[in-house]
């Protein structure tokens, strides 16, 4: 069994397609076919059932697939230990993100870390803060920047506080509200929201903000952006609460400060383990101190 041959495989699981991957692969087809084939016999057992229409994983390919891509990854991260060994950064560099994250400005970041180290292929995964956190816990990411509300703290991660941020109102210019200064969760709670999904954290922490103060309301739309949030607040549909350092980008819409508005804090987190090179590297670039206890 051989690395090439695992990559072939996970090309093919990829692309739903023998000419993709090989594409991908950059070797003819008959060549990458031919590898799989010998794995198939080796392994005693069909890893793709391929008809002229299409190809999909067999039972016993889906069950190979990820121990293939953790060969893969550890074989990776052995070569980018070496080469950190003899000074140089290499490797992968997979980060993921909430959408609102203000703290640090993400490309900036990267920008500097490319100049530094040009070696490193980085990716960038955009999603809810629960669910980068779990990234971050199954090493599919290396680091995460993400918002939670103040009552709750990533757990199963090492995580460092960047900054805390207040919620403000976000309205359409012509909503009866657009010309108030301030306005309590009182006076919103009698009109239609447009929020994130139900038990993300950024819909957590105004959903604890007005249970708290005895509130309820109607979360007439759910979304999974912050952009597509104020879009449609433009258009009047609703209105939303949104952190008060990431408004100022949105247009269209009006913002209004919440008196007894709920906060926020945005996190970087990293996994409890060893980190690779390249997240060490990554880490020390945004002067994170946990980052300077690598060896």
């Known amino acids: 069994m051989e690395l090439q041959q695992m990559r ?4 093919v699981a990829e692309t739903n397609s023998f000419t993709r991957a090989a594409t991908r692969c950059l070797v003819v087809q008959s060549a990458l ?13 069909r890893l793709f059932d391929r008809t002229s229409r299409r190809v ?87 680091v995460a920047f993400l918002g939670l509300p103040t009552t709750a ?20 210019p012509d909503h009866a509200l657009a010309g108030e200064a301030t306005v309590t969760l009182g006076r919103l709670s009698s009109e239609a929201f447009v929020d994130l999904p139900a038990g993300t954290a ?29 879009r449609l607040v433009g258009q009047n549909l609703g209105i939303a609460m949104l952190p008060s350092a990431y408004v100022p980008q949105l247009t269209g819409v009006r913002t209004i400060e919440v008196t007894d508005a709920p906060a926020r804090i945005e996190y970087v987190v990293w996994s409890r383990g060893s980190r690779t090179p390249a997240a060490a590297a990554f880490l020390s670039v945004l002067d994170i101190p946990a980052a300077h206890d690598r060896a």
């Open 8 to 11: 072939y495989v996970v090309a």
């Open 33 to 45: 076919s031919h590898q799989i084939a010998r794995l198939e016999k080796e392994l005693g057992a």
């Open 56 to 142: 999909r994983l067999t039972p016993a390919g889906a069950a190979f697939l990820p121990a293939a891509r953790q060969c893969l990854d550890a074989a990776e991260r052995a070569a980018a230990e070496v080469a950190a060994a003899v000074g140089e950064v290499r490797g992968r560099l997979a980060v993921g993100l909430i959408p609102t994250v203000t703290a640090v400005d993400i490309p900036r970041a990267l920008r500097d870390f490319r100049e530094r180290y040009p070696h490193v292929r980085i990716s960038l995964r955009v999603g809810a803060s629960d669910e980068l956190v779990e990234h971050v816990r199954e090493g599919v990411i290396e």
């Open 153 to 172: 703290r990533p757990q199963g991660v090492s995580a460092h506080e960047l900054a805390r941020d207040r919620l403000v109102a976000v309205v359409a």
């Open 202 to 230: 950024g819909r957590i922490q105004s959903d604890q903000a007005f249970s708290a103060a005895g509130l309820s309301r109607d979360v007439a739309f759910e979304v999974t952006t912050a952009d597509f949030m104020a």
